[in-house]
């Protein structure tokens, strides 16, 4: 294995033989109007560092071109009479491939006149022109730029200010205290399954990411009181979407990583007339080779995971634009007793287990300008979602007894559609609706730790889950963004759905208004109602009836409710600088609880990969989410950059008993200083070298205490419920170290890059679960990830 890993590292520059010669590097892209996504013919576009005048004019659809371009940073500067002049700096250029940027422009609302602000450089600033709090953008840049990231995009809203990471061994997102069940994603606009490798149903995160970075346009992330169309989610919302490829010329990506495996990505165009283009990625499991050189991944078996990722954009025509996306993977995993030490408790020396899971998503999209500044956009996808497991006891000699069987599948069939209209410069609108259709067949049944009823000498087999059949949930919403002058924006809007399976309906009202409080201070105060639906696991679990069989005992059960109030501030302390501090008040009812489990909460459950088995559920549980947020951030300029993000607050619930405790996720706070430095070096300036560091220290989750002697004498871990979160975990700290080389060709289209990410690398030891060890008959405490060194290496021509 390690001679393969050694001829991939010599390998893969072989292939800049193929590289084209060039004499400089190229900056295009296209201009739109940010409301009605019309092109704008004339804009202006200019290079600040140029030393002699250099820039480009868009042309009648929209487009421009900058050619001879030296690698390195770059910022641009786009102008057009009656519009807010736009400024985007830390454009990173690259000998390999050419940069292509998409830019919208805002209408001035003080008429036809150039506006020329260029302090309000904001490369935070969403996608989504309806998000006005609790949002920010995130693009491929910063994802393979920050340290401990792993080519994430969930590791990476680990950084932002409300957000921490459930733990090292899973991206399970936690956001203000919320169960990670409440995030919702989307790509392309439309809501897609679990992205992540190893995912199990009713959860969001996983061990590997299976959204492939290198194919993200610029994407917003949301945490509370988003837009109206935004539905089904509590806590938060991934919208990403895939770039487009390169229109006018083809371009390869070879990328070998620990942790994203080996890659290989091709675009290019397909029509040059039409403007059409293909991008293709697969990628393939390299994680098994920290096991080969003998470094600890947390268990002794091996995870393979294998991904494709592609859109295909077929161009401009009478009938608008149309594209094809999608995402396909597959992931498997056993457990096997022999290979399993006996102080393992991740998996049971004493069982064979097998895990499987596969990941569809293929979605087509039509946009289509309707004149008059409307246009219309429509997403139609399918997807399916397939999880299974078997675990095997081993009994004496070769005889085995089959413990548990899980099989998921649920085949999504969506359609999202909306007209979006821009009235004038003050004024625009949007309405919508999205229908999804659900074929869910989750079948699970288990008898490890079953009593004997009809003793035959084996326990007996329960049905955990056993739904065959569809249902649907429908969504409509319609939203406005007015500006009142040039101070005062408001955004409101209604959004509804309606789950045919319970008849359950629910109108939302959104409501957000800011006020520029100068030319580089703004305060907006934000309130979101939201809903959602209980996890399938939950919504669908069967309850062991005392007299034997099972009942659906939680299919009756409505939306958890959230009522969401954010106070934000955002200053820019200097060009370059900015300061965003927002507080909030989250509370949550209708929450799933239980009558004869009265500490149990579903708001503790969504960060691993089963539910608990409780049933009887009713709507009548609290949470509450409240504390305040800082993030002092300096964007990349004068070759580095620096973010600091600090959270203080708190997350309590009450069950059926009138309680309040904390929940699973209530760290109290989250602090995150990163920061990094480029040196340019070569005759031409044309290379660099990179620093990157992250330090992360939050304070310890609360968990509930096993009870020794009743797991002993049970033989298996049993909790003590009568004081259930009332413990504490040690405080979480983690330092991580990144040493980058970027090497551009000065005379082929030839990029490489070289990064060694040395992940914990103090070792501290992070304490992930207590856990009983029937082996030992002891409580043992299980340990989050060590020292890791994550390898990356990218060529690009």
């Known amino acids: 294995m390690l001679r393969l890993i050694a001829l991939l590292f010599l390998t893969l520059p072989a292939f800049g033989l193929f590289a084209q010669s060039i004499t400089g590097s190229v900056i295009r892209g296209r201009i739109l109007d940010q409301e009605s996504e019309a092109p704008l013919t004339g804009v202006t576009i200019e290079w600040i560092e140029a030393t002699s005048s250099t820039g480009a004019v868009s042309d009648m659809d929209g487009y421009f071109r900058l050619e001879d371009i030296p690698p390195g940073r770059h910022t641009l500067r786009f102008a057009y009479l009656g519009y807010e002049t736009r400024t985007i700096p830390n454009v990173l250029v690259t000998a390999g491939k050419e940069t292509v940027l998409n830019v919208g422009l805002t209408e001035s609302v003080i008429g036809l006149q150039e506006i020329v602000v260029t302090s309000k450089v904001n490369p935070a600033e969403t996608q989504n022109e309806m998000a006005a709090i609790s949002a920010r953008s995130f693009n491929l840049e910063e994802v393979n730029r920050y340290s401990g990231g792993r080519n994430d995009v969930a590791r990476l809203a680990g950084n932002f200010a409300g957000v921490a990471v459930a733990d090292d061994s899973r991206n399970d997102i936690v956001i203000r205290g919320n169960s990670p069940t409440g995030v919702l994603w989307q790509l392309e606009g439309i809501p897609i399954p679990n992205p992540n490798h190893f995912s199990t149903l009713g959860t969001t995160g996983g061990p590997v990411s299976a959204l492939n970075p290198n194919l993200l346009k610029s994407s917003d992330f949301l945490t509370s009181a988003f837009p109206a169309q935004y539905g089904n989610a509590l806590s938060g919302v991934f919208d990403v979407g895939f770039r487009s490829g390169n229109k006018e010329t083809h371009e390869f990506t070879g990328q070998l990583a620990a942790f994203s495996g080996l890659e290989a990505m091709a675009e290019g165009p397909i029509s040059r007339e039409n403007r059409s283009s293909y991008l293709v990625s697969y990628r393939h499991s390299f994680v098994e080779l920290a096991d080969q050189v003998g470094i600890p991944v947390g268990t002794n078996a091996t995870p393979n995971y294998r991904d494709l990722s592609f859109k295909f954009d077929f161009g401009q025509s009478k009938a608008g634009t149309f594209s094809l996306f999608g995402i396909l993977g597959t992931s498997d995993i056993d457990f096997l007793g022999e290979e399993i030490d006996e102080t393992d408790l991740f998996a049971d020396p004493n069982a064979d287990a097998y895990s499987t899971s596969e990941l569809g998503i293929v979605g087509l999209r039509h946009n289509i300008l309707l004149g008059d500044g409307a246009y219309l956009r429509t997403v139609v996808s399918g997807s399916t979602a397939r999880g299974g497991f078997i675990q095997d006891n081993l009994l004496t000699g070769d005889e085995r007894l089959r413990v548990t069987e899980v099989e998921d599948i649920t085949d999504t069939y969506s359609i999202s559609s909306y007209y979006n209209k821009k009235?004038?410069?003050?004024?625009?609108?949007?309405?919508?609706?999205?229908?999804?259709?659900?074929?869910?067949?989750?079948?699970?049944?288990?008898?490890?730790?079953?009593?004997d009823l009809n003793e035959d000498g084996e326990p007996d087999w329960v049905r955990v889950r056993d739904f065959d059949g569809t249902f649907g949930l429908w969504q409509a919403f319609a939203q406005a963004k007015y500006r009142m002058g040039e101070t005062w924006t408001l955004n409101g809007g209604l959004h509804t759905q309606w789950l045919d399976l319970t008849e359950g309906f629910v109108v939302e009202p959104r409501l957000a208004i800011s006020n520029q409080l100068s030319e580089k201070s703004t305060l907006t105060l934000g309130y979101g109602l939201h809903h959602q639906m209980a996890p399938f696991p939950v919504f669908f679990f069967e309850e062991e009836l005392p007299g034997g069989g099972t009942v659906s005992s939680n299919q009756d059960l409505a939306f958890t409710r959230s009522h969401h109030f954010v106070l934000g501030y955002d200053r820019?302390?200097?060009?370059?600088?900015?300061?965003?501090?927002?507080?909030?008040?989250?509370?949550?009812?209708?929450?799933?609880?239980?009558?004869?489990?009265?500490?149990?909460?579903?708001?503790?459950?969504?960060?691993?990969?089963?539910?608990?088995?409780?049933?009887?559920?009713?709507?009548?549980g609290v949470g509450v989410n409240y504390g305040l947020e800082v993030t002092v951030e300096k964007f990349f300029s004068n070759n580095y950059y620096l973010l600091l993000t600090g959270s203080l607050f708190d997350s309590e619930y009450e069950g059926t008993d009138g309680i309040r405790r904390n929940t699973a996720f209530n760290n109290g706070y989250v602090v995150n200083f990163l920061g990094g430095r480029e040196w340019k070096i070569g005759s031409k300036k044309q290379h660099a070298l990179t620093f990157d560091m992250k330090v992360t220290t939050a304070g310890g989750r609360y968990y509930t205490p096993v009870d020794l002697a009743a797991s002993r004498a049970r033989g298996e871990e049993i909790l003590n419920d009568e004081l259930a979160f009332s413990e504490r975990f040690d405080p979480y700290f983690r330092l991580d170290l990144k040493?980058?080389?970027?090497?551009?060709?000065p005379n082929k289209k030839l990029s490489q890059q070289f990064f060694l990410d040395l992940q914990n690398i103090t070792g501290y030891e992070n304490v992930f679960d207590r856990r009983y060890n029937n082996l030992t008959g002891e409580v043992n405490t299980v340990f989050q990830s060590g020292f890791f060194p994550d390898l990356l290496y990218r060529i690009q021509f």
Do not use: C, H, M
């Open 572 to 620: 820019q302390l200097a060009p370059s600088w900015r300061l965003k501090a927002e507080t909030y008040y989250q509370r949550i009812t209708n929450v799933p609880v239980s009558n004869d489990q009265p500490t149990f909460s579903i708001l503790n459950a969504g960060a691993d990969f089963v539910f608990p088995e409780v049933g009887s559920l009713v709507n009548e």
């Open 739 to 745: 040493f980058g080389f970027q090497l551009n060709s």
């Open 423 to 451: 009235v004038n410069a003050r004024l625009t609108y949007r309405t919508g609706i999205l229908a999804q259709y659900f074929n869910l067949d989750t079948q699970v049944r288990d008898r490890d730790g079953r009593p």
